[in-house]
């Protein structure tokens, strides 16, 4: 079995992924410091799996970490995850971000170099566009300055790894970036596990549903879309995490320098509301909200043309919304017992 290292593997999408690796026949081996994760995550892998997922303990940043990974082990391939991903937080701490998403990448790069390990997915996102003067977005559209520092370290990021491929590099590289995970393992074993106070909508809303939580902010109302809330293109992690196994096997015969990117979204687009509303139906539960200002970092709308992911990595989304909540709600019911 091909060994492929996830970093930030015991996180959201790096487990769902590890379960996906296993399934196409892949062995992951996962590093994670469990800055925002925890370790019960790798009894729900253990669990689904019928078996343990190698874990190490450790920092992408911390240099001979990554390069005992590589000597213990015959990592034929990289899935990065591990960043620093709270949009409005990186506007408050940017040093932290800028620190931790940049050299973490190069660090792999360097230790993938000196091991010669070929490929890398990795781990961008559609905050890449800012808000853009045209939707959907496609893989050619333009790229703006990003609204936070965090969608800065992923554009950054991006440039990195092009200017690796440009300097004749033995890379093959894949970037996805991709729009709003939401939703956990249909086993309900794994699922988003927010540490503290949640930076993405679906944990508060699931958390509000199960009345962990009073009640949920909507971060403004008078966007200029149908309902005046933010437009996201929401995908169930599932899928996602089968789009990162896609770009591991696209990646096999590629040239030995080599980049592509790709959307990975739904191609639908829902408001806030929208969301809130398909809960209720799912879950039974009326939601508690209430509106609130906008939020430093908001882009008003986005969401994604997946033609080309589509048609090259032959990956299309299994789930919709509401199964993706349903999945996600299920989840919460799990942790509160």
């Given at each position: 079995m091909q060994q492929i290292l996830i970093t930030g593997g015991a996180g959201y999408i790096g487990s769902h992924t590890a379960v996906a690796l296993v399934n196409a026949g892949f062995e992951p081996i996962i590093i994670d410091n469990f800055s925002n994760s925890e370790k019960t995550v790798l009894n729900g892998l253990e669990k689904i799996l019928n078996r343990p997922v190698k874990c190490y303990e450790g920092d992408c940043n911390d240099s001979e970490m990554v390069r005992t990974i590589f000597k213990e082990n015959n990592i034929s391939g990289v899935i990065h995850f591990a960043a620093s991903k709270a949009v409005g937080e990186s506007t408050q701490i940017p040093l932290k971000y800028y620190s931790n998403n940049i050299n973490s990448l190069i660090v792999l790069l360097e230790t993938?170099?000196?091991?010669?390990?070929?490929?890398?997915?990795?781990?961008?996102?559609?905050?890449?566009?800012?808000?853009?003067?045209?939707?959907?977005?496609?893989?050619?559209?333009?790229?703006?300055?990003?609204?936070?520092?965090?969608?800065?370290?992923?554009?950054?990021?991006?440039?990195?790894?092009?200017?690796?491929?440009?300097?004749?590099?033995?890379?093959?590289?894949?970037?996805?970036?991709?729009?709003?995970?939401?939703?956990?393992?249909?086993?309900?074993?794994?699922?988003?596990?927010?540490?503290?106070?949640?930076?993405?909508?679906?944990?508060?809303?699931?958390?509000?549903?199960?009345?962990?939580?009073?009640?949920?902010?909507?971060?403004?109302?008078?966007?200029?879309?149908?309902?005046?809330?933010?437009?996201?293109?929401?995908?169930?992690?599932?899928?996602?995490?089968?789009?990162?196994?896609?770009?591991?096997?696209?990646?096999?015969?590629?040239?030995?320098?080599?980049?592509?990117?790709?959307?990975?979204?739904?191609?639908?687009?829902?408001?806030?509301?929208?969301?809130?509303?398909a809960f209720e139906k799912v879950s039974g539960k009326p939601l508690n909200y209430e509106l609130g200002a906008r939020r430093a970092g908001d882009i008003e709308k986005v969401w994604a043309n997946t033609d080309k992911v589509s048609k090259v990595l032959g990956w299309t989304p299994e789930y919709n919304l509401e199964d993706a909540l349903k999945d996600a709600w299920n989840w919460q019911l799990t942790l509160a017992k």
């Open positions: 993938m170099k000196e091991f010669k390990v070929k490929d890398i997915v990795f781990s961008s996102s559609c905050t890449v566009y800012g808000q853009p003067d045209e939707l959907p977005v496609k893989e050619t559209t333009p790229r703006k300055d990003a609204e936070s520092p965090y969608g800065n370290t992923k554009k950054i990021c991006e440039d990195i790894l092009m200017d690796h491929v440009k300097s004749g590099a033995a890379a093959r590289i894949v970037a996805l970036r991709y729009f709003n995970p939401i939703g956990a393992h249909p086993s309900s074993l794994i699922g988003e596990l927010p540490i503290g106070v949640p930076a993405n909508l679906i944990p508060f809303v699931t958390q509000t549903g199960a009345g962990i939580r009073e009640k949920i902010t909507v971060f403004g109302d008078d966007y200029n879309t149908p309902d005046g809330t933010c437009i996201r293109d929401y995908i169930h992690v599932m899928d996602l995490a089968d789009a990162h196994v896609k770009s591991i096997q696209y990646l096999a015969d590629k040239k030995d320098n080599f980049f592509d990117l790709f959307n990975v979204g739904t191609g639908n687009g829902n408001t806030v509301m929208e969301v809130i509303k």
